[in-house]
């Protein structure tokens, strides 16, 4: 036996609990898992390191991940001029444009325009969006965390979901993009996990509310998370012992800071097209000439066609090394995100199970149901709607049925990410699924 010359005792780094010799890997576990602060942040400086690398990277090698897609940062410039219009000669590369009485608007909802004033105001709208995007981003990592470790979750199974929701997932190419799509993508996840979180752990349904409200102003499909924020406003208030009425009524808080946002995105709208409805996308010249729009901006038809790119649409051949490419078209979750397949592993009697469950099929069901999936994207970006539910339900198939085959599965995500951003397409022969799916 090993002994300390000092103390003739067995030493730490030799043995283990009942004189069982550990590893690197249980010696790495023990330190990492040391306590929630410390897995906490060395998820955050990995998942930092690997955003700022990976913008860096693009800017050194001339293959910027930032995209001109810009629309957020002139839009915030338009706000501080007092105009909710945008000049569309100040960026001529601007594309989705909606002309209304001689003016020009962004279609898209505009909290991700409100968050860069600052930046705006200081650098002007050249600032790289990318930045501001991967800061959001880390955050965004942080909330998901903290939401999954108040589902009960155990530390190690909330660290892996947490690293697979930050380099697993399509949402790490959405953090170093930088473009409109993917930073109203961003700020969603955002809003939605911090709305979560407080209706998980502190129960405020007032505010809990208006994050939804907020995620909502980003990513208009989020807004159907409210049964999920009613019934963890519900449960939390139970588990504390609250009256029926009081818990109703936290609830009834929450959907107040809803409706809140949703007339507020009514008003935005009457500004500018004189109408509540959501008209913006619609009225995108030439929008609705498109083949992919022939029944419409939304149509039950198009189910199976975006059910094809987010379960099965595959990579890209090509004649060169690594011969397998990922199209900007889509990809499939499954192949870029092996690591969903856990998902099975739900236990199918959990109320929350089904909760989360019912969640995820209505944020993700606007898209589903859209003409176009999405593109330009690694893999299909509108799952990005209901992520923070998808990891939750992740992380609650994972804990307490640990197998070596979660870290091996999450790792392999990781890698098939860095095989994405390293060598994503626009692959012109992607288009020839698009005839047999019509």
Known sequence: MRTSPRHGTVTPSARGEGGKRTTFHSRWEAVLFSSPRWALASLLVI???????????????????????????????????????????????????????????????????????????????EFPTA??????????????????????VDLRAAWWSGLLFALGSGFWYSAVKGSSWQLAHVVGVLFLAAALLEARTGGRGWLAGLLLGAALWSRLPMVLASPVLAYFLWERHREKGESFRR?????????????????????????????????????????????WYNEGILSLSYLPRSLFFALLRPPAISGEF???????????????????????????????????????????????????????????????????????????????RWTKVIPGLVLLSVFLNVWGLVFLQSVNEGLRWWPALH
Request: net charge negative; glycine share 10%; aromatic share 12%.
């Open 131 to 152: 930045l501001l995007s991967i800061v959001l981003a880390v955050a965004a990592v942080a909330l998901v965390f903290l939401w999954v470790r108040a589902l009960g």
């Open 47 to 125: 998942t930092a390191t690997a955003y700022l690398g990976v913008f860096a990277a693009g800017e050194l090698t001339g293959r910027s991940a930032q995209s001109s897609q810009v629309h957020f940062s002139y839009l915030a410039e338009s706000f501080l001029e007092g105009r909710l219009d945008v000049d569309p000669t100040r960026n001529p590369e601007l594309i989705e444009l909606v002309p209304y009485e001689g003016k020009w608007y962004v279609p898209y909802p505009p909290l991700p325009a409100l968050l860069a004033l600052p930046l705006v105001a200081v650098f002007g709208p």
């Open 247 to 291: 818990t109703v009524g936290e609830v009834t808080a929450a959907a107040a800071g809803v409706v809140f946002f949703i007339g507020l995105n009514a008003l935005y709208n009457y500004l500018r097209f004189d109408t509540l409805a959501n008209v913006a996308y619609e009225w995108i010249p030439g929008v609705l000439e498109e083949p």
């Open 322 to 400: 690594p011969y397998l490419v990922p199209d900007a078209n889509g990809l499939s979750l499954l192949l870029l995100t092996p690591a969903y397949f856990l998902l099975f592993r739900v236990n199918p009697r959990s109320l929350r199970v089904w909760v989360l469950l019912l969640g995820i099929l209505l944020c993700m069901g606007p898209g589903l149901l859209h003409g176009w999936p999405g593109g330009t994207q690694l893999g299909y970006r509108f799952s990005l709607d209901a992520a923070p539910l998808l990891i939750g339900l992740l992380a609650l198939a994972m804990t307490g």
